[in-house]
């Protein structure tokens, strides 16, 4: 089956505790993207990867970090993780071949940073 | 500065009848355009998208309109389902970069 997986769902954590929310698709797609959801904001793009060892800032990448060492992970670092960062978290990928945009996401990771 | 919006946080129509949602951008570099469809407690999932160069494009019940000129596009469902009832985005991109910018989400609730 075709996916998209991130782990943990769930996560609480204290600040300052570094972390990091795993994710790894199974479509042999080049491009993959993280996304935080809050509310009144929608969806904004955090990172986004072009393929192996290509990564870009999104929208808002301050406070994040990310790397691109196989084609199907593309985990995302906390390094010192605030209250401000408390948010759901998904991932996506996509095929640049047949649709950069057509992305298809995770089930999502729901971060609260105490 | 939020560059694609979606003015109405929620919509609520009856079972049957024509949901019409609603988004606006403002970059004019963006040229392709998309619908997402979202449930709780679920990822996003792609429904339905438009390129520039059109200003229609349908797939069965759903329908994505684009006014250019405007900045504008829509998405009617024609019925509306209650499995529709759902959060809609509307995302944009192209241009010289290669992210893709949402909308803030419009909640579909359809009636039985």
């Known amino acids: 089956e075709a996916q998209v997986t991130q782990n943990p769902r769930y996560l609480i954590t204290v600040t300052g505790k570094k972390l990091t929310v795993t994710c790894s698709q199974n479509?042999?797609?080049?491009?993959m993207s993280w996304y935080r959801q809050d509310p009144g904001l929608g969806l904004r793009q955090i990172y986004y990867?072009?393929?192996?060892?290509?990564?870009d800032k999104g929208d808002v990448p301050e406070g994040y970090k990310v790397s691109r060492k196989e084609k199907r992970n593309f985990p995302l670092i906390l390094e010192s993780p605030s209250p401000n960062q408390t948010s759901l978290y998904f991932c996506a990928s996509s095929s640049t071949a047949r649709g950069l945009y057509e992305q298809y996401f995770g089930p999502g990771t729901r971060l609260t940073v105490t | 500065d939020q560059q694609v919006k979606q003015n109405s946080p929620s919509l609520s129509v009856q079972e049957g009848r024509i949901s019409i949602l609603n988004c606006d951008y403002t970059?004019?570099?963006?040229?392709?355009f998309l619908w997402y469809k979202k449930y709780p407690a679920e990822g996003p999932t792609f429904l339905i998208s438009?390129?520039?160069?059109?200003d229609k494009n349908e797939d069965g019940r759903f329908t994505v309109f684009l006014n250019k000129s405007a900045k504008h596009l829509s998405l009617h469902i024609v019925p509306s389902q209650p499995g529709d009832s759902a959060v809609y985005f509307c995302a944009a991109g192209g241009g010289a970069t290669n992210k893709l910018i949402f909308g803030t989400g419009t909640l579909l609730a359809v009636q039985p």
């Open positions: 438009i390129s520039s160069i059109k």
């Open positions: 479509m042999n797609h080049e491009y």
């Open positions: 970059n004019s570099m963006f040229d392709y």
């Open positions: 990867s072009m393929n192996v060892e290509v990564t």
